[in-house]
């Protein structure tokens, strides 16, 4: 899905809401028969670390660990064994296996950014949300990390949600969509 308008129409918060980010004033959201405004703090968090992945406008590493280490996060946060295995897999799909003993500040932003996918891919979510994320991008790399956003929700079966007001992501993503 793409949520596609101009600045400050309230994609992003719509998209925290969506997430778990952020809690409705009033109402409810109800994702898959899960109630998440009605979840306690404890269990929203295991519910967004098992079922939703995301990637950030700005790809947020944790500056001391390296790429690896990022990776596995997600695992360690969530209770779940982390596997370095899954996480050079991910890499090796991503052309990036040889980041992995690097620290994010060392790579390139289009790199950065697909760290980023891989890191929202590490507990197979079933929701990957995806926030403006060609916003720093030139447009190779911006179609490069939207084919590759489509692909791997593909391939992990995951619901994609895409917000931005960058017209050059419809145009990706509708011709990957029709493929």
């Known amino acids: 899905m793409l ?14 809401l969506l997430a778990g980010l952020l809690r409705p004033e009033t109402g409810s959201i109800e994702i898959d ?9 404890n269990a929203l968090d295991k519910y967004r670390g098992e079922k939703v992945g995301i990637v950030y406008q700005t790809a947020h590493f ?6 690896l280490e990022n990776l596995l996060l997600p695992q360690f946060f969530t209770g779940k064994n982390p596997s370095a295995e899954k996480a050079l ?12 003993k690097m620290y994010p ?15 929202a ?6 929701l990957i949300f995806a926030d403006e994320p060609s916003s720093a991008l030139d447009d190779k790399n911006t179609n490069e990390v939207l084919n590759l956003l489509v692909e791997q929700s593909s391939a992990a079966c995951a619901a994609l949600v895409v917000v931005t ?10 011709r990957a969509i029709t493929l």
Do not use: F, W, Y
């Open 3 to 16: 949520l596609l308008g101009q600045s400050g129409t309230g994609k992003t918060t719509l998209l925290h």
């Open 105 to 119: 500040s060392r790579l390139s932003i289009g790199e950065q950014q697909r760290v980023a996918i891989a890191r």
């Open 62 to 67: 944790v500056s001391s660990l390296s790429v």
């Open 121 to 126: 891919l590490m507990n197979d979510p079933a």
């Open 165 to 174: 007001h960058d017209q050059r992501v419809r145009n990706v993503i509708s």
């Open 33 to 41: 028969g899960v109630n998440i405004c009605a979840l306690r703090n």
């Open 89 to 100: 897999v991910l890499l090796r799909r991503l052309n990036l296996e040889h980041t992995s």
